[in-house]
């Protein structure tokens, strides 16, 4: 019994894929099967009523195109009796759609569905291209690991981000060989509270000019009703909860340091919106940004240290019993390992790193702010789980699973780097030498991947989102919040070795 022959590659062009169709649609034999498996699929066509291997499909018929890679040619096609086609390519990814009708005399279904293989590996051929291409634009030294060089080249990143567009606000980043993109509301709010705090430890007065404006341009662009907008100044405004948080952090920094009431003003009407939507058990159900999944929002504990923040700094108590109030909620649904389920922005099973760090980051803060003992001791355990999967070059795996397993083998720099400043945060607290040796690698880690002698600025002292840069997670792409996240790091390992 002949199975069916019919294989497209990228390079096919829509001639090539019609004859592949026809030839496909016109002989229509069923896929042989044999063992176990062979009679499982023989039973289950003759209870629901279809044919069996070895017998001819009937004309009018619906179909399955199912897909599997080939080294030598491209991808290799299949009918199969269903009403569902279905594209599968290596690495696990599938395309679905419903087909219509089959008939031997139309190939316009099976058309369809080679077109759209045919795009799936024009999209990958691409992708690897631009791997080879742009990934050797950054190109760190691993040997050089000068702290202050570091930190210095990140903060001069930063600021070229700041001054790269017509506003006060930061750059999102700079994918590798093009330009600056345009400004990240929710992340120059907390760069804002990093700019005024490195002011505070050098005394240029300049980092304090640059977080008034960066804090000014956030007032500018604050919604009518006092949250700050998800996503890229350019995207659609919608209010978003923990974007209102980050810029929080930075506007009580301003308060602290200048006392100027425009920034109290604008916290107070952010604070006040927050309170307006939350929920009766703490959480935030409305307002979620429209660029993460909704649910899987625990992280939104950070956005409550925002809040904490400001009620400290406005003297409202209102707003930090609404932000403990969000950490009970947080930290009543950790598991005993540690494990917090239902945060990250994309996938709570396997959770990024960087969004795990939030939560630990926004407990121990609030913990801090409050005397709450029990958020700090919350976020610790999820810290001491990290510490035991750590290797011992200071390598983070970027996704996780619930037993604080590896789900990825590549790094996420940014949540790396946070990770590192709750470290240091402990070791603030307990004195506990491990939490600052462990900082310490992470540190490394982090410096022998980030490039301070590249001759583009735009990539010069940038910290990308992954590591290999080829990563999921801000892929070839410079972010500002992972830069600022390392300075903050490097920042605080250098205050843990004063004496």
């Not at 006092?226 to 980050?246: D, E, L, W």
């Not at 750590?390 to 619930?402: A, H, N, S």
């Not at 999921?472 to 004496?499: C, F, H």
Request: glycine content about 10%; hydrophobic content about 40%.
């Amino acid at each position: 019994m002949a199975a069916l022959v019919a294989s497209v590659s990228a390079q096919n062009n829509d001639q090539d894929l019609r004859s592949i169709a026809m030839l496909t649609i016109a002989r229509q034999p069923m896929i042989p099967r044999c063992g176990k498996a062979g009679r499982r699929y023989v039973n289950r066509l003759r209870n629901e009523g279809l044919p069996q291997p070895g017998s001819n499909v009937p004309p009018g018929s619906n179909y399955v195109i199912s897909a599997t890679t080939d080294q030598q040619q491209g991808i290799t096609w299949q009918s199969e009796e269903k009403n569902i086609c279905r594209a599968r390519v290596g690495g696990g990814e599938r395309a679905a759609w419903r087909a219509t009708p089959a008939t031997r005399g139309s190939a316009q279904p099976m058309l369809n569905a080679l077109r759209k293989a045919r795009n799936v590996l024009e999209h990958r051929r691409t992708v690897r291209r631009e791997d080879r291409m742009l990934s050797v634009l950054y190109a760190p030294d691993p040997n050089d690991l000068d702290r202050e060089r570091h930190l210095a080249a990140a903060m001069d990143w930063l600021k070229r981000a700041q001054d790269s567009g017509t506003d006060r606000g930061v750059a999102y980043g700079a994918r590798f060989g093009d330009d600056f993109d345009v400004s990240y509301p929710e992340t120059t709010g907390y760069i804002c509270r990093t700019f005024v705090e490195q002011s505070g430890l050098s005394g240029d007065s300049e980092l304090l000019q640059r977080a008034i404006e960066m804090g000014d341009w956030e007032i500018a662009i604050q919604m009518p009703e006092g949250a700050v907008m998800g996503g890229k100044y350019t995207s659609q405004r919608t209010p978003a909860v923990f974007n209102t948080g980050m810029v929080l952090l930075g506007w009580s920094a301003l308060i602290r340091s200048t006392g100027e009431p425009r920034f109290r003003d604008a916290a107070r009407r952010a604070s006040d919106w927050l309170l307006s939507i939350q929920e009766p058990d703490g959480s935030w159900i409305r307002g979620h940004s429209q660029f993460a999944i909704a649910g899987a929002n625990l992280y939104n504990v950070y956005a409550a240290s925002g809040l904490c923040e400001a009620g400290l700094a406005l003297g409202d108590e209102r707003y930090v019993k609404a932000a403990i109030h969000n950490a009970e909620l947080c930290a009543s649904r950790q598991h005993a390992n540690g494990w917090f389920p239902n945060c990250c922005i994309e996938n709570p099973q396997q959770p990024l790193l960087h969004a795990l760090a939030y939560t630990m980051q926004g407990l121990i803060g609030i913990g801090k702010l409050t005397g709450r003992t029990d958020f700090i001791a919350a976020g610790r355990r999820a810290a001491d789980a990290e510490l035991r999967i750590m290797k011992e070059d200071g390598y983070l795996p970027g996704l996780q699973t619930r037993t604080f397993e590896a789900a990825a083998d590549w790094c996420c720099l940014t949540g790396s780097a946070q990770t590192s400043i709750v470290w240091s945060e402990l070791f603030a607290l307990t004195g506990e030498d491990c939490y600052r040796h462990c900082a310490r690698l992470v540190n490394r880690y982090l410096m022998a991947r980030h490039d301070i002698r590249n001759p583009d600025l735009r990539m010069r002292g940038g910290l990308p989102g992954s590591w290999p840069v080829t990563g999921p997670y801000g892929r070839l792409t410079i972010l500002n919040w992972a830069t600022k996240y390392l300075v903050d790091a490097l920042s605080l390992e250098a205050m843990a070795q004063q004496p």
